[in-house]
């Protein structure tokens, strides 16, 4: 029989495994983008804009997913997670054009909706150093992109834009199974409530911390989905001939940017942990403003590093995030707020998709674009500084217990 370390070390390999899925078939897709204008006879934009109905809900249909986690089942939403996205994929792969394409994304979307507000609230959950497990599961949703970026360059060189979805959505296929079957044999489980429990802050600080998060996770959202959709071709455009030219080489540049940002998301997260989540959540945003500055700006190894840059401190502000808004939020809510905060930074904020393509198309380069993210990232940081620097809790004895 499966000891209860053991039960916990593999069920937070299936929620890190779960968080890189998650985030793989997006950047595969953007990869892809650049082969369906030849593929399927339609313009760069227009593939873009394939995939916006189902980016949309992937953030919208959150708190449902989330709500039916709270109410229903978490393991079972995880499983639906894994089969429905995976089975998405395949379908997408498998399209005739590009309507059925779009249909296909906009169901890998709605599944795609339910890990990030019912895994991070089973993360959470149990949790001692919270900063720490969410950094680590983060970096998960960092290396996703990395290999889907390289995987998508290698199999479209090799074997056909089809394979780059096909693939992963089987192996994502192949992980529900596997998850489902852990379950049945009882080898992982919700677990219980927090381990760690805090004091409870008061009604008030709830409602203007989560005021506060709610706008910045709105325009953090728009930036880090306008710069994820636009990475790849920018890529081709400014380092096109450093790369090799083709998709691989793009990829490999993609892969290299989401890996560092993936490490730098473990050491973000001890940050979480060791300092005031309130200056974290600002320094990563003071580092990302520059950074998308000088993206707009650069080309060729420069361009590169600015990107790393960037890309490190907006995934770098994740584990106080989510810190932050699981601090204040109680414990039997957590996947529904989650879910809330999904239909902003992903959902809403899908909008930075079309944004991209509206200003390639009106501008022809990415430079107004990127230089308009960076100066949200002053509207962010505004926002960020009126929060409470401490948090106002009530007294231990009053606060409510773990349910």
Partial sequence: MMDSSMKGRLSLGFS??????????EPVFFVVALTLPAAFGISYEAALGLIVVGKILYGLASPIS????????????????????????????????????????????????IYHPVGLALLVRTAVNRGK?????????????????????????????????????????VCGLAFWLAQARGWVSAGAENTKPEPVPDRRAMVRVNLVLAGVMLLGG?????????????????MGDLLGGGALGVGGAVMAVYG???????????????????????????VQGPALAAVALLAGLPLGAAMAIALCASIGALPAENGLLARYTPARWRSTAFGFKYVLSFGISGLGVPL????????????????????????????????????????ESQAAPAE
Avoid at 263 to 281: S, W
């Fill in 16 to 25: 890190c495994v779960g968080h890189a899925f998650s985030h793989v078939f």
């Fill in 66 to 113: 989330g709500w039916l986690g709270d109410r229903w089942s978490a393991m079972g939403m995880m499983t639906l997670f894994f089969l429905g996205v995976g089975g998405s994929a395949i379908w997408a792969g498998l399209a005739s054009g590009p309507a059925e394409m779009a249909i296909a994304l906009t169901f890998m979307g709605l599944f795609g909706s």
């Fill in 133 to 173: 497990a969410l950094g680590i599961n983060g970096a998960f949703g960092g290396f996703g992109p990395a290999v889907a970026g390289i995987g998508a360059g290698a199999l479209i060189d090799f074997t056909g834009w089809r394979s780059a979805l096909i693939v992963p959505g089987i192996l994502c296929v």
């Fill in 222 to 238: 728009i930036i880090a989905q306008a710069t994820q959709a636009a990475m790849p071709k920018l890529f081709e455009d400014r």
């Fill in 260 to 286: 560092l940002a993936g490490c730098f998301q473990i050491f973000a997260g001890h940050l979480a942990d060791r300092f005031p989540l309130k200056n974290v959540y600002i320094g990563m945003y003071l």
């Fill in 356 to 395: 991209v393509s509206v200003m390639r198309g009106a501008t022809g380069d990415f430079t107004a674009l990127f230089l308009l993210l960076g100066g949200l990232t002053l509207v962010v940081i505004a926002l960020l500084a009126s929060l409470p620097s401490e948090r106002p809790i009530v007294a």
